[in-house]
């Protein structure tokens, strides 16, 4: 008794629980049922006339057979309609429909006046229909439904014409029988619900993981690109700026260039140019192979099973970008798809320049100590020796002619060497402040900054007094270390006045500040003579000058902290005038301020 009790209250938890199918899945199989019922109504209508035709003893159907299928052919194309029509409450639609499909079965085995096995079978779609499309309370009603009316039929036979035990027999069996397809119909739906349900959850989080995998690509600081059978198929925004192509979204709607060839193309042909002109990935694919052809053709070559790493350079024309080497990985899928990933070498020299900044930090910082006590020492007794000179001169008149002549001598040319000694331990105690830039800013403190009213600022305080002509129609924000950017213009403006005050009489320069996509482009321009072909190379070398009375550090320097805020400084030689360039990457400009 246990065990068939507790089957009974999993029964009765199950019908309070009253699941039943998603809206998407009910209207689909409620056509599908009233599209039956229409085809069964008209086809018992049609062999009521068959039979009698073929059979002339048979008496034409009585008035109420014909009324009753008529009536259900037009009120099942009435509900077919209303089911394709109206949206809403389907499932009162289908109850209205399964006990209309009730009453006039029985009329049906009413009027034939005998039981009708055959008729009676149709009872156990209805029954079947009913617990798969309603709810458990409605479908069990409609089958308590079905059972009264298919047992009063065979009592009242009974009644009319004489006590049967195998007409009884047959009725209990079919109420038996619309049971035992009720309960199964109902196990079924049940099942196709929980299965619904856990596609439409699994539906979901694969949604979700979706959404966050795009979102995670779309962050990423490294490109990245699926190539799928010589097709592009991803790329992130990373990939983009990397490879300096504008991402301009594809319209779904672009009409593909027309065949100019006289031979129609083939269907296949045409369907293969509309997927590739409907691809939003298409325009940056012909990009591509624009502006990178050797990273592409490189991209495609390699087979679909086999890996592979190189150093791709930019070429000049994109060369602009703050971005001029980058790591390509290539790394086969199980899909036989290609992961092709990007990765800025600039990043990886900006931390090589942080650990560089800090272990020369360090370094001076033991050492300067040690260097300055002795080179102050050395400075301050040359400046006591050239004023002991100055002493000197004021000798007697006492003194013959010939040992003032002598002594004349003897002091010029000490005090040219007191002079050159102060003069050198001056350059080197620049050359150790220099040094010590790089300790004091071992880490960049990057902060927002809005050059349109920093720029000004900034050369009040710097260069009041010099002609400095700003050009600044952007109004760009960038992330900088102050200090460092300061620094950086500081030099690179005092080369620019210092230079061009060689081949003009009065010096000035310029600052031009614009955007090229999502970086932020400074210029630094003057007048002065360019730099020599042979000395470009070694321009950012430590120690390098043309200049004798400098340090050799400033660039040095200057692109040092470039890199650490993972900036870019170069020296433009293809431009009209003297320029170096700091490019700085992911700027906010404004659209109209794009100069691509």
Known sequence: ?????????????????????????????????????????????????????????????????????????????????LFLVATKQLQRQLVFGLGIDIIVLSLLLYTNGAPDLQLTMLYMVVVAASFMLLRSSQALIITLLAILFVIYQQFFHAIVNSMSLANLGDALLMSASFLAVGFLSWSISQRLVHVERFIARQAEEVERLNTINQEVISQMLNGVMVIDQQHIVLANHATYQLLGISEIPASPFRKAPPNNDNTKSTLRQQQRNFKNHHNPLYAFQQALAHQHRALLNSCLSVPANQSRNFIYELPEAASASVTNKLRVQIIPLEDSSQLVLFEDLRREQANAQQLKLASLGQLTASIAHEIRNPLAAISQASQLLLEDIDDNRDVGENTSSLIKNQAAIDTHGNNELYKMIFAQTKRVNRIIEDVLKLSRQQRSNKQTIELATWMPQFL???????????????????????????????????????????????????????????????????????????????????????????????????????????????????????CFRLIIPLGSCPEDAWDV
Request: aromatic share 10%.
């Open 460 to 578: 009040e305080n710097y260069f009041r007094g010099n002609d400095i002509f700003l050009r600044d129609d952007s109004h760009p924000v960038v992330q900088f270390d102050n200090h460092q950017l300061e620094q950086i213009l500081i030099n690179l403006i005092n080369n620019g006045l210092r230079y061009c005050g060689l081949v003009h009489p009065h010096a000035y320069a310029e600052v031009e500040i614009y955007c090229v996509q999502n970086d932020v482009i400074i210029d630094v321009l003057n007048e002065g003579d360019k730099v020599a072909e042979t000395d470009v190379e070694h321009l950012f070398d430590p120690f390098f000058t043309t200049d004798k009375a400098g340090t050799g550090l400033g660039l040095y320097l200057s692109q040092a902290f470039s890199e650490a805020n993972h900036a870019r400084l170069l020296y433009v030689a293809e431009h009209e005038k003297t």
């Open 1 to 81: 008794m246990k065990p068939a009790s507790r089957t009974i209250n999993a029964v009765v938890r199950s019908l309070k629980q009253d699941n039943t199918l998603p809206a998407s899945q009910l209207r689909k199989l409620g056509l599908i049922y009233n599209s039956y019922r229409l085809v069964v109504s008209a086809f018992l209508l049609l062999m009521v006339y068959a039979n009698i035709k073929a059979d002339t003893n048979l008496l034409l159907p009585s008035l109420l057979q014909q009324t009753a299928l008529g009536f259900y052919v037009i009120l099942s194309l009435i509900l077919l309609s």
